[in-house]
């Protein structure tokens, strides 16, 4: 009978320390999940899942992270196709201007951005003028508005959809594009019917990647617009003022409302993956 070789012990080893690893990082992610819900009564949920207040909270998190997502995937999937194909002088730097929300701390971008849209600053005051103008409203102004809340969200987690988005048009060859020109198409035909549907994969995961880090964002957003409170603040708010019992029903339920809209996502996701192959 052959002895197993010395190379194959060693990697059997190697395989079970990489399995020990891995699992110790999947426990680390999922035991404070599963004590979450297992501290969490089932009358506690239903109360939470009846508040008016924190339905209020979980739509207008949903729909602000969603509307900031598709507002500044405008500007912000040309820039990673000109970051992914063209060569410029400060390139390197534009790059490092797009990954400085995800280092700055957030309540430090939060001040930052209030210093540009509150009602003193160039910005504020010209938004002011406009909104008192068409809404007859005096006084108004952008902080603790839905545009102030989808604003701090979108700070934060633009750089997902810009990354991702600069991959995938990375990723697709540029002689695709050539060809489509050299056949008579414009450059804007060629994105739109080369470059642009050949990266859409990435393109999708970075939209999903900024609107869940939107969602998720705390720091930022309670600096600029405290009301109306998105999730995050309110479970913050009823942590400070009455506590853990009072927070962590809500928060189990927004990590629930969370978790079913990420998997029907990748459900569709996977669905037209499979249709097209």
Not at 39 to 51: F, I, K, V
Not at 140 to 149: D, G, I, K, M, R
Not at 190 to 202: K, N, Q, S
Not at 211 to 224: D, Y
Request: net charge positive; hydrophobic share 60%.
């Amino acid at each position: 009978m052959r002895k197993p070789s010395s190379a194959g012990a060693s990697f059997g080893w190697f395989q079970l320390l990489l399995m020990a690893l891995s699992g110790f990082v999947l426990l680390f992610i999922v035991a404070p999940l599963v004590s979450l819900y297992l501290n969490t009564s089932s009358a506690d949920l239903a109360s939470a899942a009846g508040d008016p207040e924190v339905l209020g909270s979980i739509w207008l998190t949903l729909w602000v992270s969603m509307a900031g997502t598709l507002v500044f995937a405008v500007g912000a999937i040309p820039l990673a196709y000109l970051l992914a194909r063209k060569r410029f002088r400060f390139k390197g730097l534009v790059s490092g201007i797009v990954d400085l929300p995800i280092v700055i701390p957030h309540s430090a971008a939060g001040i930052a951005l209030l210093g540009v849209i509150a009602r003193n600053s160039a910005l504020g005051r010209s938004v002011a003028f406009a909104g008192e103008a068409l809404l007859g409203a005096k006084g108004w102004s952008l902080v603790c508005t839905p545009v102030a809340v989808a604003l701090a969200m979108a700070f934060v987690s633009v750089p997902f959809l810009v990354n991702a988005a600069r991959d995938g048009f990375a990723a697709v060859s540029e002689r695709l594009e050539r060809v489509a020109m050299n056949l008579g198409a414009s450059p804007a035909r060629a994105f739109f019917t080369v470059a642009l549907p050949l990266a859409w994969r990435p393109i999708l995961s970075g939209l999903v990647l900024m609107w869940a880090r939107g969602m998720s964002e705390f720091g930022a957003v309670v600096i600029v617009a405290y009301h109306p409170m998105i999730a995050p603040v309110l479970i913050y708010e009823r942590f400070a003022a009455f506590g853990l019992r009072y927070a962590r029903p809500v928060a189990a339920l927004f990590i629930v409302v969370c978790l079913v809209v990420f998997v029907l996502l990748r459900l569709l996701a996977g669905r037209e993956r499979h249709a097209k192959a």
